[in-house]
């Protein structure tokens, strides 16, 4: 780096020659790859290059939440279960736990984060760690030192040790004045939440690490995510997975979302699989940093009618929130994904009548099964 080659010129010059004619005592300057922070002098490293391992060593921050467990059983099933540690700032549930790695990681605490980095030879760092669109505005304070603040520290160790990191993104990236049907990757964004705006503030800043310091960065915007095995966090797009867990326990959902709010839709499986196959991607195949996938994109009424022909009881009712409502206006309708699956081959398995059947099954034989229990 330029800076760093001159500053050391000068502190070599300096300790040769002091002008007062006295010892000079100077830190010694180190350039460490291109990270971007100043690093202590007397830091040990003991990190392992991509190429000197079989397979890459993964960390996962947020590991606790919807994607993070489903992606790490999927990386470990790949590339083996000591290669994946999961880690979040809770205290995991026993499945978790001795499923493999995990391990107590604040993305606020920089020196703890790096540390982990360093002592597990970390070559892949997924960073799902975020506070969701409805609980931010509910506690901007908390998001914006979550989204952002650990998004700093989140590049800077990427940066430093030459990490191939993946920041998810997603339609809360995307304002009232963007393109609503069909977004295309780049156009007008503005998001109108703190969550909307640290996802832009992810994708510009990955983007630029990219360029000045050469980070692997690597994002794809995700459409609402559908998953059986977790619960509903707090996100704008959850609707779509209480619908099934009200449908079985009581028969009765109640949508804080208009009938014909139409947003992008994914069941779970297809977010996973897209994520593993644009880490694994050729960095020559990759036109641009972010990208947007898509699968399906529905309305309320048109997922309940959908669940209704399994389960005809079904008692839907509508008790729209405003801030719910309000943020969903803003949101695309229909992602355009044309470039993920041109670039490196994103392709969907699930529709709309796969994703009912596939979570109607899982969650049935869940009830029957703790019945049984």
């Given at each position: 780096?330029?800076?760093?080659?001159?500053?050391?010129?000068?502190?070599?010059?300096?300790?040769?020659?002091?002008?007062?004619?006295?010892?000079?005592?100077?830190?010694?300057?180190?350039?460490?790859?291109?990270?971007?922070?100043?690093?202590?002098?007397?830091?040990?490293?003991?990190?392992?290059?991509?190429s000197e391992t079989d397979h890459p060593r993964v960390l996962i921050t947020g590991g606790l939440g919807q994607?993070?467990?489903?992606?790490?059983?999927?990386?470990?099933?790949?590339?083996?279960?000591?290669?994946?540690?999961?880690?979040?700032?809770?205290?995991?549930?026993?499945?978790?736990?001795?499923?493999?790695?995990?391990?107590?990681?604040?993305?606020?605490?920089?020196?703890?984060?790096?540390?982990?980095?360093?002592?597990?030879?970390?070559?892949?760092?997924?960073?799902?760690?975020?506070?969701?669109?409805?609980?931010?505005?509910?506690?901007?304070?908390?998001?914006?030192?979550?989204?952002?603040?650990?998004?700093?520290?989140?590049?800077?160790?990427?940066?430093?040790?030459?990490?191939?990191?993946?920041?998810?993104?997603?339609?809360?990236?995307?304002?009232?004045?963007?393109?609503?049907?069909?977004?295309?990757?780049?156009?007008?964004?503005?998001?109108?939440?703190?969550?909307?705006?640290?996802?832009?503030?992810?994708?510009?800043?990955?983007?630029?690490?990219?360029?000045?310091?050469?980070?692997?960065?690597?994002?794809?915007?995700?459409?609402?995510?559908?998953?059986?095995?977790?619960?509903?966090?707090?996100?704008?797009?959850?609707?779509?997975?209480?619908?099934?867990?009200?449908?079985?326990?009581?028969?009765?959902?109640?949508?804080?979302?208009?009938?014909?709010?139409?947003?992008?839709?994914?069941?779970?499986?297809?977010?996973?699989?897209?994520?593993?196959?644009?880490?694994?991607?050729?960095?020559?195949?990759?036109?641009?940093?972010?990208?947007?996938?898509?699968?399906?994109?529905?309305?309320?009424?048109?997922?309940?009618?959908?669940?209704?022909?399994?389960?005809?009881?079904?008692?839907?009712?509508?008790?729209?929130?405003?801030?719910?409502?309000?943020?969903?206006?803003?949101?695309?309708?229909?992602?355009?994904?044309?470039?993920?699956?041109k670039d490196w081959g994103w392709k969907h398995d699930f529709d709309m009548a796969e994703l009912v059947t596939?979570?109607?099954?899982?969650?049935?034989?869940?009830?029957?099964?703790f019945q049984a229990n």
């Amino acid at each position: 780096m330029p800076v760093v080659r001159t500053l050391t010129r000068v502190a070599k010059q300096m300790t040769l020659s002091p002008a007062c004619g006295c010892q000079v005592s100077v830190m010694p300057i180190r350039s460490i790859g291109f990270s971007p922070r100043q690093v202590p002098s007397d830091a040990s490293f003991h990190s392992v290059s991509f190429s000197e391992t079989d397979h890459p060593r993964v960390l996962i921050t947020g590991g606790l939440g919807q994607l993070g467990v489903g992606l790490a059983k999927l990386l470990r099933k790949r590339y083996g279960k000591n290669n994946v540690i999961l880690s979040d700032i809770r205290k995991p549930p026993d499945s978790v736990f001795y499923s493999g790695p995990f391990i107590y990681s604040d993305i606020l605490d920089y020196k703890n984060l790096r540390e982990i980095v360093v002592n597990n030879r970390i070559t892949w760092l997924i960073h799902y760690s975020a506070l969701l669109s409805a609980v931010g505005e509910a506690n901007v304070p908390l998001a914006r030192a979550v989204n952002i603040t650990g998004l700093h520290n989140i590049l800077d160790i990427a940066a430093e040790h030459g990490l191939r990191l993946f920041v998810p993104s997603t339609i809360g990236a995307f304002g009232p004045t963007s393109p609503r049907n069909p977004t295309p990757d780049l156009c007008v964004q503005r998001p109108r939440t703190i969550y909307g705006v640290s996802k832009v503030h992810a994708e510009l800043m990955g983007e630029y690490y990219h360029y000045r310091y050469g980070l692997d960065f690597r994002c794809l915007r995700y459409p609402g995510i559908i998953s059986a095995d977790s619960q509903p966090g707090g996100g704008t797009t959850d609707y779509a997975v209480q619908i099934f867990h009200d449908a079985i326990k009581t028969g009765r959902f109640t949508c804080n979302l208009k009938p014909d709010t139409r947003l992008p839709m994914m069941y779970i499986d297809d977010c996973l699989k897209a994520t593993l196959e644009v880490m694994e991607a050729p960095a020559s195949s990759l036109t641009m940093r972010t990208y947007n996938i898509n699968a399906m994109s529905f309305t309320p009424e048109e997922l309940a009618q959908e669940v209704q022909k399994h389960m005809t009881e079904l008692e839907v009712v509508y008790d729209v929130d405003a801030i719910r409502q309000a943020i969903a206006d803003s949101w695309p309708m229909n992602f355009d994904d044309s470039n993920a699956r041109k670039d490196w081959g994103w392709k969907h398995d699930f529709d709309m009548a796969e994703l009912v059947t596939t979570m109607l099954n899982y969650l049935n034989s869940e009830r029957l099964a703790f019945q049984a229990n």
